[in-house]
């Protein structure tokens, strides 16, 4: 399984104001990144659930990015922030699990920043190939 | 996994979008794989599922099918969304239970490799339908809007989106930072391409506004805080004091003719000089003048008062204070402006080292009739220049501080290229990168100035020097640029030179933004909602941006925005009522604890933890929730969510994704 050829699979949770919105801009702007990445709408980061975040690695994701906007831009305040606080909560919860802590990435990305969304995955993409499947990805039929 | 009253039945659309999706992504093969999905009842692919015909697909097979969820895949929720919520709640259905797929942005457009992109879609079709499933109605109430409006700037455009709402009859307030309306514009000295004076058109504008029944006008002022929602804003605004009675004072000026205390003027860029009490410039409105406390030997050294003696009205007041004023509005303009690139930043132009460098603002007050000089180019040892370089896109245009194009200057630059010519009667040579003159009548104002016998090189000028190497440079500035059009490097000596400064956002441009919560763009500038189709919305509803704060953007594009702004307004209060975001949290009573870590958590304050029947519950203020989520995830037992991101929803969306089965 970790031989040539393995494709990492991510999920992105981004939030409406920013990063969903860059998404968007990459797409707007036909800026190509690998489809690697499914990504699921929250309304902020701060709204991820670390219950989410394990949910989408016992199923077998590789990766998973939390996208949220830049520190002082969250349209709720201060919704990045609790949640750059709960991820360094998240990746103690994964060292226990023998997981490594890029298992989960958070990014910044502004709703200008569709270049940046794009950049981030290609680089994801490319650091997973590098860590290989995930231990808790299920051995695929296919 | 289970769900209350029976399996739904769900309808899912792929569209085409013509072949922006279909040319990468195989539609009918993601739509033969939606009809298999659980609970999917019918599945289609269509051309344009947003057109009539392709809305009357959903609303018809919502009849047909008895469809109570529908899935369209298609582009991002944030372009159609609330059409296909409009084409289900026109089929009886209520919206929130339509649910949609990203295939375009996401997917079709960053994608080449049909058999990835088209796995990708399936998987996000699959999402959606899992979301759906347990998705539930929800209800919206209509909440009244507050039909006052706050404008925050005085520059022209927030002049004329006030005048403009005033103008209808509704109550503006318009709140200015520094001591008189005006901004930028009441600097300048003519405007292009018609040349009209600009305190000629501006100054009648100025005064109706202090006039206007209908404007309140809170100079020296500043927003403090902003608190609401949508059609109900709380605005907290400073009145700084001027140490002058608004109400008495009557304008005269006699009290900054005898103040002994003198320092440069601030609206004179520099050049010429204010008192300790003083009205920025003659035209200012309101003609109240206000006291520089750092100046004013009074406040320094407890002496002097030599304006109150002189005061016939009696207005001065040394006792007065800041104070805090609140003001109720239901929506906000905001118009603050921008700043001019600091030429100091490119040393080699030399700007602040060598005499007779300006900056294009600075020569705006030169040539100005009321202007420190009466209207006279002069140099700084008093003598009229014979030969003058104007440098275009300083600090614009230029990977190394600005890289966009600022938009005005080359117009502006024209400008001041006739009126040097026209005062001094010197040889003016224009250096430029391009020539922009993208605007009405602009090209032809461009000819003009040529015609008149400007001379324009293109090239982007490499340093502006006193270093003469030939005899013919003695004395003069020199000015070393490349002519890209002969190729050839020329050294041309100047007298004066003229940089045209480019546009910036403001330097508190990061706090107004977190003030009014509204995002900014790479360069600075405030974001609005769409670079195309909507303009002058930003992510806050009832927040509005115009004139350069948003970009740089000359005059007729300013008044313009400020128009679309003041009409967005108008619709809100004409209208009279805003729906609310009906995806607010909720508690389950039964579950919570009563612990009040929401009620910590919220930046709103819409939970709030009360004693019911002596036993501690939370409770959500739906007035106040945004839907941001953060309560629901620190909430320890799970009672409190988030409507339409409910954890049975998100988790769904993963298992789907992940391609577990429902």
Redesign the interface.
């Known amino acids: 399984m970790n031989g040539n050829g393995f494709e990492p699979k991510i999920v992105a949770f981004t939030c409406n104001w920013c990063s969903y919105a860059a998404a968007d801009l990459a797409g707007t702007s036909r800026i190509h990144y690998p489809p690697n990445v499914r990504t699921v709408r929250v309304m902020c980061s701060g709204m991820v659930d670390p219950i989410f975040v394990l949910r989408a690695l016992e199923t077998g994701f590789d990766g998973v990015l939390i996208a949220g906007c830049h520190f002082g831009d969250c349209h709720y305040v201060s919704g990045n922030v609790r949640a750059q606080e709960r991820v360094e909560t998240i990746r103690r919860l994964l060292h226990t699990l023998g997981l490594e802590d890029e298992r989960l990435k958070l990014e910044w990305i502004s709703a200008a920043e569709g270049g940046i969304f794009a950049e981030t995955i290609e680089k994801y993409v490319v650091r997973l190939k590098e860590l290989g499947p995930s231990p808790f990805r299920k051995e695929a039929a296919a | 996994m289970t769900r209350e009253n029976g399996a739904p039945r769900i309808g899912v659309y792929v569209c085409h979008c013509g072949t922006n999706i279909a040319g990468v992504v195989d539609v009918e093969q993601v739509a033969d794989y939606a009809r298999g999905l659980p609970s999917v009842v019918v599945a289609r692919d269509y051309k344009y599922m947003c057109s009539d015909p392709g809305q009357n697909l959903i609303k018809d097979d919502i009849r047909e099918f008895g469809l109570d969820r529908v899935v369209v895949a298609s582009c991002?929720?944030?372009?159609h969304e609330p059409t296909f919520r409009r084409a289900c709640q026109a089929a009886g259905l209520n919206p929130y239970l339509f649910a949609m797929a990203?295939i375009?942005?996401?997917?079709s457009?960053?994608?080449?490799?049909v058999e990835?992109?088209t796995?990708?879609a399936k998987?996000?079709v699959r999402?959606a339908v899992g979301r759906a499933y347990y998705q539930e109605s929800l209800e919206t109430h209509g909440v009244p809007v507050n039909p006052n409006v706050l404008v925050v700037g005085g520059g022209i455009a927030g002049i004329q989106a006030a005048l403009e709402i005033a103008d209808a009859d509704r109550q503006v307030y318009l709140v200015e930072r520094e001591p008189s309306i005006g901004g930028h514009m009441a600097q300048f000295d003519k405007t292009f391409p018609t040349l009209d004076c600009a305190a000629c058109i501006l100054t009648p504008k100025m005064v109706s506004v202090g006039q206007h029944p209908f404007i309140k006008l809170m100079s020296y002022s500043e927003v403090v805080e902003v608190s609401g929602f949508v059609g109900n804003y709380t605005v907290k605004v400073r009145r700084k004091a001027r140490y002058v009675d608004e109400e008495k004072c009557t304008g005269c000026g006699l009290c900054q003719t005898k103040c002994p205390w003198k320092t440069d003027s601030e609206f004179d860029m520099g050049l010429g000089k204010r008192k300790a009490i003083y009205m920025p410039f003659p035209q200012a409105i309101p003609l109240v003048p206000v006291i520089d406390t750092d100046l004013c030997v009074y406040f320094q050294k407890g002496k002097c008062r030599v304006c109150e003696k002189f005061c016939e009205a009696n207005a001065l007041d040394f006792e007065q204070t800041d104070r805090i004023e609140e003001i109720e509005v239901g929506s906000i303009i905001v118009a603050t402006g921008f700043e001019t690139f600091d030429a100091e930043r490119i040393p080699r132009y030399s700007y602040g080292r060598l005499p007779n460098v300006v900056t294009s603002l600075e020569l705006e007050r030169m040539v100005n009739a009321s202007g420190p000089t009466g209207g006279k180019i002069v140099l700084e040892d008093g003598s009229t220049p014979e030969r003058v370089g104007i440098v275009h896109c300083v600090g614009s245009r230029d990977v190394n501080y600005n890289v966009y194009c600022s938009r005005v200057c080359c117009m502006a630059s024209l400008k001041l290229a006739h009126l040097v010519r026209e005062k001094s009667g010197a040889d003016v040579y224009n250096f430029y990168i391009d020539m922009r003159a993208g605007g009405k009548g602009y090209e032809e104002f461009y000819r003009r100035v040529m015609e008149e016998g400007t001379h324009v090189i293109r090239g982007r000028v490499a340093v502006v020097s006193a270093s003469p190497q030939v005899p013919e440079e003695e004395g003069h500035l020199i000015v070393q640029v490349e002519d890209t059009l002969t190729a050839v490097v020329r050294r041309i000596p100047m007298d004066m030179v003229i940089l045209a400064v480019g546009m910036e956002p403001r330097e508190d441009a990061?706090e107004v933004?977190?003030l009014f919560?509204i995002?900014?763009?790479?360069d600075g500038f405030f974001?609005e909602k769409h670079p195309k189709l909507d303009p002058v919305a930003t992510?806050?509803d009832g927040v509005f941006v115009v004139g350069a704060c948003q970009g740089p953007k000359d005059i007729p594009d300013t008044v313009a925005q400020a128009s679309a702004a003041a009409a967005r307004a108008l619709a809100m209060i004409s209208k009279g009522q805003v729906v609310p975001e009906a995806?607010t949290a909720t508690v389950d009573a039964a579950l919570c604890q009563g612990c009040g870590r929401c009620e910590e958590?919220c930046?709103?304050g819409a939970p709030i933890v009360t004693l019911e029947d002596g036993v501690p519950v939370s409770s959500v203020n739906a007035a106040m929730c945004?839907?941001?989520?953060?309560c629901?995830?620190v909430c320890p037992t799970g009672a409190i969510s988030?409507r339409h991101?409910t954890?049975d929803e998100?988790?769904a969306?993963?298992?789907a994704?992940?391609?577990?089965p429902a």
């Open positions: 991002s929720p944030r372009m990203n375009r942005e996401h997917c457009w960053v994608h080449d490799d990835l992109a796995e990708k998987a996000l999402a990061e933004a977190r919560k995002s900014r763009s790479a974001l992510t806050t995806a958590i930046e709103f945004k839907g941001c989520g953060a629901a995830v988030v991101f954890r998100i988790l969306e993963i298992d994704l992940a391609g577990v």
